[in-house]
């Protein structure tokens, strides 16, 4: 069953309509859906498709050859081609004369077996170009691999791409529409456990609770998501245990560079470089209050859902997980479940408030949304505003996330409001977001105010 994707799909369709020589890079981290799509691209396509393999040059030539004479004959052959330059040489004379899609699928595997691929397929590229209506992809899931070495400016086939594509993890709304069992709530609960990727959204059982789908993979040592955390990093980094210890410090707490220097007993300016790499990743992200480029607040947050719930949760409880005390582990992980989703609620109510401005419907036409914090000149405090966005100088809007089970009183609205004062903003539109809905006091001040939205968890879903 493909799911989503459908901006992605149309982008490449468009391409193909071109009838022209097209190039297009397809990345993003492993398990994100990247062969899926193509595959759902292709499906009704004149295409050849190889993956390659983390083996050597022979293999992965003798599997492209393949896959080529399959194509071609419709028969499968053990017949090789002897160079990768005569095998991409004879498809590219192929779509001279048909529309044809080549997909190279896990790329830098055949690179890296085949120094010279690159060079090979940039020279290709400019002899056939004008006279080819091939349709070439190339597909990778080293994130590092596929920027530096295809997408840099330095690398042999930069100039040469037509399109390219990052594939991220899906948002909620389209998390949302892999479960039909689960309650709303626990569709906002297994977002906030493995997040968008579609790999791990299939591990997740709708027709179970989300406390056994939990015990199933994060808290059973024979889950392919149990160790899923650590074997992603291994494939992509060099030095996977500091990079571990920098991801539960932040997951734990820490989330000033100084503080996490501390917790890892590393450098800043060592810090510095791994935490850089995690955010290439797409692993971690470094924040800075609303509105300010630059700043000594930063701080650094875990992007990705699937990584905060596993090290916020599994490092801590590995012994008893071990052992196989499921149950112990959940015990011990529940009492915090609440407070974990908060961030979570956050980033549901800012794709909500995007949706909004992407469908016109927003009041405050805003360029980017992001949290603040920062102290509150007039009572001296550190405060903090879950969600901001700006249209202009004059114009703004700011939020408040609750995910509680009480119905969200005046107190929220009234905090808001003076949080909301700090800035020099003449037109503000306030939006409440509540879990469990509001109270009537509340409701009916809003009403009063006229420029509140009150948002039940229920409406965006």
């Keep these: 069953m493909f799911i989503g994707r459908e901006r992605e799909l149309d982008s490449l369709n468009q391409l193909y309509t071109s009838d022209k020589f ?4 397809i990345y993003g981290r492993r398990r994100v859906g990247k062969t899926a799509l193509i595959n759902e691209f292709i499906k009704d396509k004149k295409a050849i498709y190889f993956m390659g393999v983390e083996s050597n040059e022979k293999q992965n030539l003798e599997n492209f050859s393949r896959n080529i004479l399959e194509y071609k004959t419709g028969l499968q052959a053990d017949t090789a081609f002897l160079t990768f330059q005569a095998a991409l040489e004879y498809v590219f004379k192929l779509a001279e004369n048909e529309r044809l899609i080549l997909a190279i699928d896990e790329y830098p595997y055949v690179a890296r077996s085949s120094k010279s691929l690159a060079s090979t397929i940039q020279l290709l590229v400019d002899k056939y170009k004008e006279n ?5 992809i190339l597909c990778g899931s080293s ?3 596929m920027e530096d070495q295809v997408l840099a400016y330095k690398a042999p086939l930069y100039g040469r791409r037509t399109a390219q594509m990052k594939i991220l993890p899906f948002d909620f709304a389209d998390t949302c529409r892999y479960f039909k069992n689960f ?3 626990d ?4 977002y906030g456990i493995v997040g968008g990727t579609p790999q791990y959204l299939l591990q997740m059982d709708d027709g179970l609770s989300v406390e056994d789908n939990i015990k199933n993979t994060f808290l059973n040592p024979i889950s392919s998501l149990f160790e899923e955390p650590e074997n992603l990093l291994k494939q992509e980094v060099r030095e996977p245990a500091l990079y571990n210890a920098i991801i539960t410090a932040i997951a734990t707490g820490a989330s000033r560079m100084a503080e996490i220097s501390s917790k890892v007993g590393e450098d800043t300016s060592v810090c510095s470089t791994y935490l850089r790499n995690l955010i290439n990743l797409g692993i971690v992200q470094k924040e800075t209050p609303y509105g300010e480029k630059a700043s000594r607040k930063s701080i650094y947050t875990i992007d990705d859902n699937m990584f905060r719930f596993w090290f916020r949760f599994v490092p801590e409880n590995s012994s008893i997980i071990a052992r196989g005390a499921a149950d ?6 529940e009492p915090h479940l609440p407070d974990y989703m908060g961030k979570v609620f956050e980033e549901i109510c800012k794709q909500y408030l995007w949706r909004l401005l992407l469908n016109g419907e927003s009041p405050v036409e805003f360029k980017d949304l992001g949290r603040w914090w920062g102290t509150d000149p007039a009572a001296r405090t550190q405060t903090e505003i879950d969600i901001m966005g700006e249209q202009d100088y ?9 995910w509680t089970n009480e119905k969200v009183d005046t107190g929220v609205l009234d905090k808001l409001v003076k949080r909301s004062q700090m800035f020099h903003y003449r037109k503000v539109w306030l939006y409440l977001f509540g879990k469990n809905g509001f109270t009537e006091v509340c409701r009916r001040r809003a009403e009063e105010m006229g420029n509140v939205s009150l948002i039940t968890y229920k409406n965006i879903v």
């Design 22 to 25: 097209e190039f297009a890079v």
């Design 132 to 136: 080819s209506r091939l349709m070439l």
């Design 143 to 145: 994130m590092s691999y």
């Design 183 to 185: 309650s709303d709530e």
């Design 187 to 190: 569709k906002a609960l297994i």
């Design 328 to 333: 112990l582990a959940y015990k011990r992980i």
């Design 394 to 402: 004059e114009t703004a809007l700011f939020g408040e996330c609750k």
